[in-house]
């Protein structure tokens, strides 16, 4: 199984932040990334596929990037909005494993 | 606009099989372009993939649990199913179904659109 590990686990910014979140594989998934937005009691939400393409529908403040073994979220101006936990995903193997996630809070 | 609803029983026995069912609202779950999912999050912690379907009867299985696992679809009802059998206290988690598009070129596949998920517990 690949494995996926993010970092960090927590992460305590303002609004109007820029925030950088990493997903690092255990071995290269090409681009096969995706990365899901998921607040309290409600199901995760797709913000990002294949490492960097913008889902339809979610700010662009949200951007990713990366390949082969080493991936980014970032969210350029934190909104309020915007405080929830964050999940990578890949999907190299029809198996796809997820990261434990990180979870974006109120400084 | 596509909408997925899970249901099923919140409180299964220990040893016993947890069945739940998705349905599909607002399209077809024969939609050449869709696969079907289900996805499970233990209280507190991350993400797990269960099993797909594709709407021609062709599963996928997380190898972790395939020895208990079944998933089912029924065109007619615009439903897909999972049965765990056997299940422990492990399998106490929120699942979800989720539809996840065919990628062409892509060795798996990601989650697009999700029901709101049920919470299932395993106890006695």
């Known amino acids: 199984d690949i494995q996926m590990t993010q970092s960090p686990s927590t992460l305590s910014a303002s609004v109007g932040d820029r925030v950088t979140i990493t997903c690092r594989a255990s071995?290269?998934?090409?681009?096969?990334l995706a990365w899901y937005q998921q607040k309290p009691g409600k199901a995760p939400n797709l913000l990002i596929y294949?490492?960097?393409s913008l889902e339809s529908g979610v700010p662009s403040r949200f951007s990713g990037s990366g390949s082969g073994t080493e991936f980014t979220l970032t969210i350029s101006s934190l909104q309020p909005d915007d405080f929830a936990t964050y999940y990578c995903?890949?999907?190299?193997?029809?198996?796809?494993?997820f990261g434990q996630g990180t979870k974006v809070e109120i400084k | 606009q596509l909408q997925l609803q899970e249901s099923g029983p919140g409180l299964v026995k220990p040893s016993e099989t947890l069945s739940l069912t998705c349905t599909v609202s607002?399209?077809?779950?024969?939609?050449?372009?869709?696969?079907w999912g289900w996805i499970r999050q233990p209280p507190g912690k991350g993400l797990e993939w269960i099993g797909t379907?594709?709407?021609?009867?062709?599963?996928y299985y997380n190898p972790s649990l395939k020895s208990r696992l079944t998933i089912s679809v029924d065109t007619s009802k615009n439903q897909f199913s999972l049965k765990l059998s056997s299940v422990t206290a492990a399998d106490t988690a929120v699942y979800y179904c989720?539809?996840?598009?065919?990628?062409?070129?892509?060795?798996?596949?990601?989650?697009?659109?999700w029901g709101r998920g049920t919470l299932v517990t395993v106890s006695s």
């Open positions: 989720a539809r996840h598009p065919s990628i062409v070129g892509a060795p798996g596949w990601y989650f697009d659109l």
């Open positions: 607002g399209g077809s779950i024969s939609s050449s372009n869709d696969y």
């Open positions: 379907i594709y709407y021609s009867g062709s599963t």
């Open positions: 071995q290269s998934i090409s681009s096969w």
């Open positions: 294949k490492a960097s």
């Open positions: 995903q890949q999907y190299n193997s029809y198996s796809g494993t």
